[in-house]
């Protein structure tokens, strides 16, 4: 048997990059996937192919995420939906300060407290959060992305503690630059014409000599949400090419 066969996944964000891969990894796992995001016609896309459903929602807005999935059988819920922002405190507008908390520290939450209460009363779960290893080391000009993941990485610890007792594990992955389409994005946006180069300067930064692939978190996520990793709870599993500990 697959090792998520019968159980309903829930994937905010699951229409591109890690979520993506991620959804399309549970799927193979034997999961019934559900993919909450934003970008209904991305969604659609991926769970056409997986044999999923889409649920059109902005994990930002509380009584959405409430009305979407409150009521939902859900056995994992993974946290994915997120953004990124580049920037010091001085070049940081309100605006964007508030984007960032808006998605990625309150959409967390949103799903969280829409989730767990049906979690609870049906014996148990799982959480995964995507974190950042930003929660964990200064990133140069990532002030509010950090910001952003240094509350996911705590909201982790939290529910892992608070629901210890309810047969729920809770854990995020901290990941250090994934080949997702932001960084071709970014790449095409601020170096045209110096892509290969830049690609290259970005990749070296991870002293494994490349970036990480979707699919190489998405193989990390289903087996911290599996019955495999069951001794596993309030853990910040680092998926980085040795950057935070080989230097």
């Known amino acids: 048997m697959r090792r998520f066969e019968h159980k309903t996944v829930l994937i905010t964000g699951g229409g591109s990059g890690i979520g993506e891969a991620m959804a ?72 964007d300060f508030d984007r960032i908390f808006r998605v990625n520290v309150k959409g967390v939450y949103n799903c969280l407290h829409a989730v767990l209460p049906g979690m609870v009363a049906r014996g148990g779960g799982v959480v995964l959060n995507l974190c950042s290893i930003a929660a964990r080391v200064g990133l140069s000009d990532r002030f509010a992305y950090s910001m952003s993941k240094g509350a996911v990485l705590t909201m982790t610890l939290s529910v892992a503690k608070d629901y210890l007792n309810k047969n ?71 998926i980085d090419g040795g950057y935070m500990n080989i230097r």
């Open 24 to 95: 399309r990894e549970f799927a193979a796992e034997g999961a019934s996937v559900l993919i909450l995001e934003r970008d209904q016609a991305a969604g659609e896309r991926v769970a056409g192919e997986i044999g999923g459903q889409v649920i059109a929602c902005d994990v930002s807005d509380h009584g959405a995420v409430h009305a979407a999935v409150g009521s939902l059988k859900i056995d994992v819920l993974v946290n994915n939906a997120g953004i990124a922002h580049i920037g010091t405190v001085e070049s940081t507008s309100e605006e």
């Open 168 to 238: 729920i594990r809770c854990n995020c992955i901290n990941p250090a630059r994934v080949h997702t389409p932001f960084v071709d994005q970014y790449l095409a946006k601020n170096y045209p014409g110096q892509e290969s180069e830049m690609f290259a300067k970005l990749s070296a930064a991870q002293p494994i000599g490349r970036m990480g692939s979707p699919e190489e978190v998405a193989k990390l996520a289903t087996y911290l949400c599996s019955d495999d990793a069951s001794f596993v709870t309030g853990v910040a599993w680092d």
